[in-house]
């Protein structure tokens, strides 16, 4: 039998489908994968058909197609990236699999219709609203009160997300911004169907003070299981929100580490993610309630997973191709070690001229795994015009405090010169 993968090309991703492959074999399935534009990922399929997943309509009609002429049943789907779950949740109701709803998938995309299941159940969380014009945004500023943070409805990767300080800051930016939010993610399969619903809005939010963390749970049967919780030490304070360094465990007081747990199982019963691995994100000031800033159907980003697996022993890749099955995953931690990773950039947009420092880091004992996802050559652009970092490097210490110095030290290390 067959598990098959709905998949948008992301450099990010090769362990994944490493993962996958091996895990296929070792069941005596075979993988299927669909991609737009198939390269290096051919290596990890048994079958590849090439197709746009950010397109929901021709992935459905590929993987109809694809039924026919494989001999064996399509038993599983499974989605590593953002932008082919609503794919994947439209094929599984197809196929009759496993899998988030179509509502669902929707639901953890549209930041809007999110907040609002989320205020349907108390969740805390910033205050929040919609405007189309500058005088609407106005109206909702009032309302949430300054600082504010503007932000798209469909979003990705703190793109174009933006903190705003008074009227004079959000005059400037409002209408930029609403245009570029749009303009940017009209290649996410649902962009336009919230484009229509939203009448082209931009969200506005308050700004929350504090620290921030990222939330990596796998539910199952609509229960959910946190494996790890990773903090974001660098301080966050705008006016753009670029990530560059997650750090786990997380070295927040177990109290808060268990209501943040608490709050991310209510999220997902506000969106009724029951099976799954999710990405969920909060910003917490001490002594204070938690606030959700978002919950995501699908593993966090790029490094999440190797952090996850290095820091706890679990696999998440392994735990959504089990849930896909309906088997039980294997949850429990082995181990509990520091894990950091960081997302660089470049200092300004242009064309890659040179990576420098990749050897360096790769032979410090404490660094796992240097990944650049650009070449000499490449053009890259530069926050808030990037959805994704130009590569990533995923190190360990002795404990928490460890990975600051490592950190530090890769910072000065690992560089992209640009022309
Ligand atoms: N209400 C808010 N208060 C403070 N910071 C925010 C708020 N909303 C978003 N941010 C910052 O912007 C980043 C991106 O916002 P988010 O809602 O997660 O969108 P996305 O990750 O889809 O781009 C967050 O990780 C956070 O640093
Ligand atoms: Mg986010």
Redesign the pocket.
């Known amino acids: 039998m067959s598990i098959l993968i709905l998949h948008t090309s992301n450099a990010s991703r090769r362990k994944h489908l490493a993962t996958a492959r091996r895990y296929a074999h070792r069941h005596g399935e075979r993988l299927l994968l669909v991609v737009q534009n198939p390269t290096w990922e051919r290596e990890y399929a048994d079958r590849v058909v090439a197709a746009d997943t950010s397109d929901i309509g021709q992935t459905v009609r590929a993987v109809r197609d694809l039924a026919t002429i494989e001999t064996e049943p399509i038993r599983a789907v499974a989605a590593f990236v953002e932008h082919s779950v609503p794919a994947a949740a439209a094929v599984a109701a197809e196929l009759g699999l496993p899998f988030v709803s179509e509502k669902t998938a929707y639901a953890a995309r549209d ?1 809007h219709a999110m907040r609002s299941a989320f205020a349907r159940r108390g969740i805390p969380q ?1 205050r929040f609203g919609l405007a189309r014009t500058l005088a609407e945004a106005r109206g909702v500023a009032r309302r949430v009160g300054y600082p504010l ?1 503007l ?2 409805v469909i ?5 174009y ?1 933006r ?1 705003v300080d008074d009227d004079a800051e959000l005059a400037e930016h409002f209408e930029t911004i609403r245009r570029k939010s749009w303009a940017s993610f009209d290649y996410d399969p649902l962009c336009r169907r919230a484009m229509r619903r939203h009448d082209e809005s931009l969200m506005l ?4 003070a504090g620290g ?1 963390v990222s939330v990596e749970s796998i539910v199952i049967g609509g229960e959910t299981h946190v494996l790890a919780v990773h903090d974001k030490p660098l301080p ?1 304070h ?1 006016p753009y ?1 670029e ?1 560059v360094f997650y750090a786990t465990p997380s070295a927040l007081p177990p109290a808060a580490v268990a209501r943040i747990a608490e709050i991310t199982a209510q999220a997902h019963r506000a969106l009724d993610i029951t099976m799954g691995a999710t990405h969920t ?1 909060f ?1 917490i000031a001490p002594g204070e309630e938690p606030m959700i ?2 919950t995501a159907a699908r593993l966090g980003g790029g490094p999440v997973y190797r952090s996850v697996l290095l820091s706890t022993g679990v696999d998440m890749v392994e735990a959504v191709l089990d849930l896909a099955l309906s088997r039980p995953p294997r949850l429990r931690p082995t181990q509990r070690t520091a894990v950091g990773f960081y997302l660089f950039f470049a200092e300004r947009a242009g064309t890659v001229t040179a990576v420098h420092g990749v050897e360096e880091a790769a032979a410090d004992a404490r660094v796992h795994e240097v990944d650049v996802y650009r070449r000499v050559g490449d053009q890259v652009d530069v926050p808030p015009h990037v959805w994704q970092a130009h590569g990533h490097v995923i190190f360990s210490a002795p404990d928490r405090d460890g990975l600051d110095e490592v950190y530090a030290r890769l910072v000065k290390t690992v560089r992209i010169d640009v022309d």
């Open positions: 930041k910033p943070v932000k798209p979003g990705g990767g703190s793109m997300v903190r939010e308050a700004y929350v921030e966050m705008g929100f990530e994100e910003r800033l978002e």
